[in-house]
Nanobody, 120 residues
C-alpha cells in the first residue's frame, strides 16, 4: 500500500533552516491535493501547508506563512517543505498528507513522518 520515505528532518537551532521531502510510492500524487501536517509534543495534529495538484497555489498556517514554502514534483511523486527561520514552536513530527482531488474527505497522513526539533 502507500509508503512515504522522508528526508531532511533533524535537530537544529532557532533561526536555522531545514528542507523536508516526502517521496510517495503506492499512490500517484498528481491525483491528490497535498499537505504537510505536524504534531507538536503534547498537542493536536495541525495543518502546516497545502498545495494544489499542479502546485500553482499554496496556503499556510498563519504562524508559518512567510517562513515555510511547500512545493511538489509530481513526476518524482514527491512533496517538499522548505522551512526557514525555525523556532522552537515548530518542533514536532511532520507528515506529508494527501486528499484525493474532488473529494471532501480529510487529509490522510502517509508514512511514519519525520521529527523536527528546534532548540532555543
Amino acid at each position: 500500500q502507500v509508503q512515504a520515505v522522508y528526508s531532511g528532518g533533524g535537530s537544529v537551532q532557532a533561526g536555522d533552516s531545514l528542507r523536508l521531502s516526502c517521496r510517495v510510492s503506492g499512490r500517484t500524487i498528481s491525483q491528490y491535493v497535498m499537505a504537510w501536517f505536524r504534531q507538536p509534543p503534547g498537542k493536536e495534529r495541525e495543518s502546516v501547508a497545502v498545495i494544489t495538484r499542479r502546485g500553482e497555489d499554496t496556503s499556510y498556517r498563519k504562524s508559518v506563512e512567510g517562513r515555510f514554502r511547500i512545493s511538489r514534483d509530481n513526476a518524482e511523486n514527491e512533496v517538499y517543505l522548505q522551512m526557514n527561520y525555525l523556532s522552537p514552536e515548530d518542533t514536532g513530527v511532520y507528515y506529508c498528507a494527501g486528499r484525493m482531488y474532488g473529494t471532501s474527505s480529510d487529509f490522510t497522513d502517509w508514512g511514519q513522518g519525520t521529527q523536527v526539533t528546534v532548540s532555543a
